[in-house]
């Protein structure tokens, strides 16, 4: 398996525009997870889903982020209007149900927003 | 709410020169915990899975060990090629989530 594919790898917008990251999580895995990492707060959840259902998005900062997931291999994180304060690495993760399995992550979009 | 502290923050070492990084944990009822590496413009790559106290695994230079309150990752006579960015990462009973540390920056010189 490929493992988790995400895109774009950079992504440089001005303020206020929309903004779109996608993820393709691995084959068969149940969970997808939307992670934020930057320097000051490290790696923070944002959301998750259960067989494409959202189950968890305390951690969606405000209602400019949407999150979804049409099918089980492809999910979208947007921002709406995006802010500079948005600028992060941003990683989808995938896992099993299953045996407290590990999460897998992709190698993240990098957002800079100016 | 689930906490995670690592420390130290970063840390340098001679090639060869063994040591040990250190994630204390606040959690009610643990269900794993998991350490990861994480290289620059990569994300974090899974190492080890901890259940419970007094549990041990081990991965070429690296060991792992668990406490009722904290974790330790020894690594014994490093290479430069283990320099990155060393994770913890908790999940509670119940919950499908980890909840991550700030990390341990690791350095290792030829």
């Known amino acids: 398996d490929a493992g988790v594919i995400q895109s774009p790898r950079h992504e440089v917008t001005e303020m206020g525009q929309e903004v779109t990251l996608r993820c393709k999580p691995i084959?068969?895995?149940?969970?997808l997870f939307w992670y934020r990492q930057t320097m000051m707060r490290g790696l923070e959840l944002l959301i998750y889903f259960n067989n494409n259902v959202p189950i968890d998005d305390s951690g969606m900062p405000e209602d400019r982020f949407s999150a979804k997931m049409p099918n089980a291999s492809f999910s979208t994180l947007k921002i709406q209007p995006s802010e500079p304060r948005d600028s992060a690495v941003y990683f989808c993760?995938?896992?099993?149900?299953?045996?407290?399995?590990?999460?897998?992550f992709g190698n993240g979009t990098r957002l800079t927003v100016t | 709410e689930d906490q995670v502290t690592q420390s130290p923050e970063a840390l340098r070492l001679q090639e060869g020169e063994s040591s040990s990084l250190n994630c204390s944990y606040t959690?009610?009822?643990?269900?794993?915990l998991f350490w990861y590496r994480q290289d620059p413009g990569k994300g974090p790559e899974f190492l080890f899975t901890?259940?419970?106290a007094g549990e041990e695994k081990e991965k070429e230079r690296l060991k792992a060990t668990l406490t009722k309150k904290e974790s330790f990752l020894h690594i014994t006579a490093p290479k430069p090629e283990d320099s990155a960015t060393y994770l913890c990462a908790v999940r509670r009973q119940g919950a499908q989530k980890l909840v991550f540390g700030q990390g341990t920056r690791l350095t290792i010189n030829p």
């Open positions: 993760a995938s896992s099993f149900r299953v045996s407290n399995s590990p999460l897998h």
């Open positions: 901890l259940y419970s």
């Open positions: 084959s068969g895995h149940d969970y």
């Open positions: 959690v009610s009822g643990l269900r794993g």
